[in-house]
């Protein structure tokens, strides 16, 4: 997939810059000009490490016991982007002389963004620009840009000017509660220098003191024909370093200049200077084709495992594929971070990882990239210590609730009622195990990490629920995915996951218990966190008497105890100026209707419709599309995946379209802070999950096809236990073919179909 852009238009360019950002996971640096933009183009130019943070005070006029008083915030870090090139004195910019020709393109094949532009000066004379990036998945520490400029008609000096610029900040909206409001220079230089001709500037964070060492190397040469020398002189400056390099051209010369920029942290390297200059020195040694070569092998290997066919509309198949590369290139892979809500593509939310990461995006990789959704859930166990901290801070006594904003572990939510309240999100984290344990019956890593994790999880609720006097298991004060209806009791979608949870606990223990080859490992974790099976029984017990609210005059789930009684909002007469509703309405306006943001009930109904009838979850899903106003990203995907499940396919196609495009169509606004990574996410389970029906349970993959009218058909491929399967949908007939690996067997609309060769 290509998307491409041929016409310059400053005023779309900060949307640019997260379009055409690039990543792989472990850094990000967004898609701004190398060269400077003029005053009145908005612009936010950003370069992150995924989970490299620095702390900031929580001020509260009236703090209560509990609340946070430090967050962490994602490092807006020094500018190693800027390149600025000067003929004869006379800088380019897009903004003087005469654009004749320009090109813009992220090319997901090859993993790669380029500019190419022909520029004719104030002055009247004439080149060619062509400029390569790349965040190396091979290399996760190098951003690579390649620099080249070629005379049509110039003949004169000429001078590209590449810097590294420490004096940076975060960017800021004090109108936008989803973008920090306090301006905060955040990563502080401590040395530049040249060693060897690469230049090194070593910066630390001004509160948490993590370091970072950025080491940079150019490669300059005179192409077809040039016989002037090239110079390269590097030096320290205010607030960074500056390389400089000079030659003369005449027409029909080329200058390239290959840029190889390396990043390290001390989250992860005990020497980050030393790793850096290792890591440079390593890829300086295999030179930029190479590079470029191994990054698009890498990509063919990814297409492999997660290719989506669709035969019907070419504009679909794009986006989906610019989504599912925006995911590759959003996920930390290294078991210390996750997935930012903006991945490392912008600065909304501050960096923080949310339980966008366990529902909507470790889907993907689960079925694409097993490895990848095992080192996600590794964050989580290595972060369980954290939760258990939390869970005491909220007052209880045992268990491990996670925190609803975190990047290192520790809850960085000021508002707790739309945020530590989502107790739903240590179900989220439980159910993401357990999806795992389903898909790759990975005992081992239970053992080791995963029953760890489900037992304190489901320690949590037995700590938090009570039975009230119907006999029922009771969730008071929570709040569910829907952020308009906040700290209520009975929340179905936080019960549902609860319940999850219970259950799950309780299975794997049984199935370790059972284990001769893990007997050690469970005996060792039993000792560790003193559990008992008295324990376990109340498990069983909490999970089987769940109270799971259920109105039968209207024949649906309530989203909670109390969610009926209020009036209903009316949505169709409120002017779309006011959309979204957080923006515009007091919070407690807002819990007073019956109005979501988002699927709540409804996501409920996707992650466990077994034992819901079929009319309820019709009923259900009929009631709660009048009164959501899909403000958030997460929504419209799941309304999609359960009409399709209803047979609603109209509505099915129509959210799947819109959740598809979110990000290249700016359908929140808001994509210049970052993209919507978990709606990406969405995207690619409306296909498999929606269109194509897949659940799985301990009883294996479970399909329920149907063929949207505008296709002729599609096809996805899936990683299950130790085997690859595609699978293809056409109007008269499905398909299931075993790509590598053992046979398996799958559930078609209640038909068992083995899947060979």
């Given amino acids: 997939?290509?998307?491409?852009?041929?016409?310059?238009?400053?005023?779309?360019?900060?949307?640019?810059?997260?379009?055409?950002?690039?990543?792989?996971?472990?850094?990000?640096?967004?898609?701004?000009?190398?060269?400077?933009?003029?005053?009145?183009?908005?612009?936010?130019?950003?370069?992150?490490?995924?989970?490299?943070?620095?702390?900031?005070?929580?001020?509260?006029?009236?703090?209560?016991?509990?609340?946070?008083?430090?967050?962490?915030?994602?490092?807006?870090?020094?500018?190693?982007?800027?390149?600025?090139?000067?003929?004869?004195?006379?800088?380019?910019?897009?903004?003087?002389?005469?654009?004749?020709?320009?090109?813009?393109?992220?090319?997901?094949?090859?993993?790669?963004?380029?500019?190419?532009?022909?520029?004719?000066?104030?002055?009247?004379?004439?080149?060619?620009?062509?400029?390569?990036?790349?965040?190396?998945?091979?290399?996760?520490?190098?951003?690579?840009?390649?620099?080249?400029?070629?005379?049509?008609?110039?003949?004169?000096?000429?001078?590209?000017?590449?810097?590294?610029?420490?004096?940076?900040?975060?960017?800021?909206?004090?109108?936008?509660?989803?973008?920090?409001?306090?301006?905060?220079?955040?990563?502080?230089?401590?040395?530049?220098?040249?060693?060897?001709?690469?230049?090194?500037?070593?910066?630390?964070?001004?509160?948490?003191?993590?370091?970072?060492?950025?080491?940079?190397?150019?490669?300059?040469?005179?192409?077809?024909?040039?016989?002037?020398?090239?110079?390269?002189?590097?030096?320290?400056?205010?607030?960074?370093?500056?390389?400089?390099?000079?030659?003369?051209?005449?027409?029909?010369?080329?200058?390239?200049?290959?840029?190889?920029?390396?990043?390290?942290?001390?989250?992860?390297?005990?020497?980050?200077?030393?790793?850096?200059?290792?890591?440079?020195?390593?890829?300086?040694?295999?030179?930029?084709?190479?590079?470029?070569?191994?990054?698009?092998?890498?990509?063919?290997?990814?297409?492999?495992?997660?290719?989506?066919?669709?035969?019907?509309?070419?504009?679909?198949?794009?986006?989906?594929?610019?989504?599912?590369?925006?995911l590759l290139q959003s996920t930390g892979r290294d078991c210390i971070t996750s997935v930012a809500s903006k991945g490392i593509s912008g600065e909304g939310y501050e960096g923080h990882y949310f339980w966008d990461t366990e529902i909507y995006i470790f889907p993907f990789f689960l079925y694409t990239q097993p490895e990848t959704a095992k080192s996600l859930l590794q964050f989580r166990y290595n972060t369980l210590e954290g939760a258990r901290k939390h869970a005491g801070i909220m007052g209880h006594g045992k268990g491990a609730l996670y925190p609803w904003r975190t990047i290192s572990g520790s809850e960085c939510s000021s508002y707790f009622p739309a945020g530590s309240a989502q107790y739903h999100l240590t179900g989220d984290v439980a159910h993401a195990f357990m999806q795992y344990y389903y898909a790759t019956d990975d005992l081992d890593y239970m053992a080791e990490s995963g029953l760890e994790v489900l037992l304190e999880t489901a320690r949590l609720w037995i700590d938090t629920g009570n039975f009230g006097d119907d006999g029922k298991f009771h969730i008071h004060s929570v709040t569910g995915p829907d952020e308009y209806t906040c700290c209520v009791s009975d929340n179905y979608y936080t019960n549902r996951t609860a319940q999850h949870n219970l259950f799950g606990a309780a299975e794997v223990y049984k199935r370790l218990k059972a284990s001769e080859q893990h007997k050690q490992a469970f005996a060792k974790l039993l000792d560790k966190i003193k559990f008992s099976e008295i324990e376990l029984e109340s498990f069983t017990r909490a999970a089987e008497n769940m109270f799971l609210p259920y109105s039968e005059e209207l024949g649906i789930n309530a989203q909670d105890s109390s969610f009926l009684e209020k009036p209903i909002w009316d949505i169709a007469s409120t002017p779309k100026d006011k959309f979204p509703l957080l923006l515009h309405y007091h919070p407690l306006y807002l819990y007073r209707f019956q109005v979501c943001k988002q699927a709540d009930t409804v996501l409920a109904h996707f992650l466990f419709e077994d034992g819901v009838p079929e009319n309820v979850l019709r009923n259900s899903y009929l009631y709660y599309d009048k009164i959501t106003t899909h403000d958030s990203s997460l929504s419209g995907c799941v309304f999609g995946i359960m009409a399709s499940r209803l047979g609603l396919s109209e509505k099915a196609y129509a959210y799947f379209a819109d959740t598809v495009g979110g990000d290249l169509n700016n359908k929140h606004g808001n994509t210049k802070d970052g993209l919507h990574i978990a709606n990406l996410g969405g995207s690619w389970l409306a296909v498999v999950c929606g269109f194509a029906g897949l659940r799985l349970g301990k009883d294996g993959l479970r399909f329920r096809l149907t063929l949207p009218d505008e296709w002729e058909s599609y096809s996805f491929r899936l990683r299950y236990r130790n085997s690859l399967i595609k699978v293809t949908v056409g109007r008269q007939y499905s398909n299931f073919e075993l790509l590598s690996g053992e046979p398996i067997t799958v559930f078609v609309d209640g038909v068992e179909r083995h899947v060979f060769v």
Avoid at 71 to 82: G, K, S
Avoid at 283 to 288: D, H, P, S
């Fill in 1 to 326: 997939m290509k998307l491409t852009i041929t016409e310059f238009d400053p005023t779309d360019l900060v949307l640019q810059e997260t379009l055409f950002h690039t990543a792989n996971g472990y850094l990000g640096v967004r898609g701004s000009f190398e060269e400077n933009v003029p005053e009145n183009v908005q612009t936010i130019r950003g370069c992150y490490i995924n989970g490299f943070y620095d702390t900031i005070p929580l001020h509260y006029p009236e703090r209560l016991c509990g609340f946070p008083e430090e967050a962490q915030r994602l490092v807006n870090l020094p500018d190693i982007q800027t390149m600025r090139l000067y003929l004869n004195n006379e800088e380019f910019s897009m903004s003087k002389g005469e654009v004749l020709q320009y090109k813009r393109e992220l090319d997901t094949d090859k993993g790669i963004t380029t500019r190419e532009i022909r520029w004719k000066s104030p002055n009247g004379h004439t080149i060619d620009i062509a400029i390569t990036r790349m965040a190396s998945f091979t290399y996760p520490q190098l951003f690579l840009t390649t620099y080249s400029v070629a005379s049509v008609d110039f003949e004169g000096k000429i001078e590209l000017a590449s810097e590294i610029n420490c004096g940076v900040s975060n960017f800021t909206d004090s109108n936008d509660p989803r973008v920090a409001s306090e301006r905060i220079q955040h990563i502080f230089p401590k040395s530049a220098e040249v060693l060897g001709g690469n230049v090194i500037v070593e910066c630390q964070t001004g509160a948490s003191n993590l370091q970072l060492i950025i080491c940079q190397h150019h490669k300059a040469i005179i192409s077809k024909g040039g016989f002037n020398p090239v110079t390269c002189e590097s030096g320290p400056v205010e607030n960074g370093a500056v390389t400089r390099i000079k030659t003369d051209l005449v027409p029909g010369e080329l200058l390239l200049v290959e840029k190889y920029t390396t990043m390290s942290d001390s989250r992860r390297q005990k020497h980050p200077r030393s790793y850096a200059l290792q890591r440079l020195n390593d890829c300086i040694n295999k030179g930029a084709s190479a590079l470029f070569e191994q990054q698009a092998d890498f990509m063919e290997d990814f297409r492999h495992n997660s290719k989506i066919d669709i035969n019907g509309c070419p504009e679909l198949q794009d986006g989906l594929e610019f989504n599912m590369y925006q």
